[in-house]
């Protein structure tokens, strides 16, 4: 029902599907009924992702097309994470 009845209030998420340990609780309910547990999601790389889908890669250098660049660190969502690695293995001058 999109519209309840005058005096009904929605409850949205209550019980075992609130947000906090949702994944915990329902993993335990899986487990008692004889299911198997979600799998644990797996993180593919941006440089493997457009690769499979576009067929370029994005770490090739547009110049020399023999170079590669190396990721130094990303920004999304305000958040900035370094990469494991400092050094950018070519350069290219304007």
Do not use: W
Not at 10 to 18: A, D, E, K, P
Not at 41 to 63: N, S
Not at 64 to 76: P, S, W
């Amino acid at each position: 029902m999109h519209i309840l009845p005058k005096r009904f209030v929605r409850i949205r998420h209550y019980g075992f599907l609130t947000n906090r340990g949702k994944t915990k609780r329902l993993n335990e309910i899986r487990k008692n009924m004889g299911l198997e547990p979600t799998q644990q999601l797996v993180e593919v790389p941006i440089v493997v992702r457009m690769l499979e889908k576009f067929g370029k890669d994005i770490t090739q250098c547009e110049k020399c097309a023999t170079g590669h660049y190396e990721l130094l660190f990303t920004k999304r969502f305000g958040k900035t994470t370094y990469a494991k690695h400092g050094l950018i293995s070519q350069r290219h001058r304007s």
